[in-house]
């Protein structure tokens, strides 16, 4: 992320929240607000640039003659991509609308960011239930909590810590919608990689003595390696025994360009967001890593566990994203 640039794929992530809120149903995650936090220039640019990427699609579904010849001409990692979304019945696509649609269901964007969701908020309620009093929100982009879940925010201290430049984005946006701020929601400013979350988040409301719960979704393959781990130290440090940390990460076969799977040549071209994805795990060997941490790996969902828990009986052509895992972890 540039220094003073609040982050493009917190408002991408968005525009998948608020497309499965409008589009789907049933819903895997509701996050019924998540459209407001876009402007309406924001909406039109990404539903065009959707299009856009997607017209070759649509091209090739009403040519159908040509779409063989059509798809020998597009570059390699286009032509894996196509072959791992593009409709066995080419009728579907029979419209710009009905191609971004396509392209909503078949690319892994949208699952990743509402099954993580859902996972982190169903973990939430049940800490909530166990004597949780402080959820800590990290790299929050546009996360609506706040404003979705009135009932949990009388119970919680929240706080949303994020990228200076993104907050303020997102502060500027909640004030255009005279979006009232419960009184229980702290904002903290971080750079992770400049700052110490610990120090700030001492600096807030935040009390290191009440039992947390750390969402950390969507974050950690923008950042360096020593940058998560220490993110996660301290973490460790800074919450009592027994406090929960949630987050998602990459495997290391996504950033090799043989190993990785044709739905997640995404993760490869990243940098031409101007957001590099750069580090991911070895899920086999990532609760060694987290006890030296101080924190105790729970639970470590793959790909199949999502596909199985969110996506198996979901009737939409949705499935959980190649390469993503969900970790839960507990202060030792
Ligand atoms: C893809 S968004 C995830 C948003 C949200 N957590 C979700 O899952 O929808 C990535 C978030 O990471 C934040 N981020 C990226 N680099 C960061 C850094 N160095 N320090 C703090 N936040 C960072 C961005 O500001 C952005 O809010």
Known sequence: MGKNKSSYSA???TYCRAYHAMHDEPKIFDDFLAGHLLTDEQRTKFDAMIYKSNKALYYIG???TFSSIIKLLLPRRFKRTFEAIAPKDLNLISSPTSAVDWYMHAHGALALAVSRARYTEDNLVEA????VRQYVILGAGMDTFAFR?????????VFEVDHPATQ????????ELSWEIPQTLHFVPVDFTHQRLDEELKNSWYDPKILGF???LGVTYYLPRETILATLRKVAAIAPKGSTVIFDYLDTDAFDPA???PRGQWFLWSHKTGETMKSGFDPSTLSHELAALGLRLEENLSPSDIEKLYFQDHPGNYHAQEHAHFACAVVE
Do not use: E, H, Y
Request: contains cysteine; positive net charge.
């Open 11 to 13: 408002s991408i992530i």
């Open 62 to 64: 009403s040519r159908k």
């Open 128 to 131: 909530v239930g166990k004597g």
């Open 149 to 157: 879940c009135p009932a949990l925010m009388d119970k919680l201290q």
């Open 168 to 175: 303020t984005v997102k502060r500027q946006r909640i004030t």
């Open 214 to 216: 750390f969402n950390w």
């Open 259 to 261: 190993k990785v799977a």
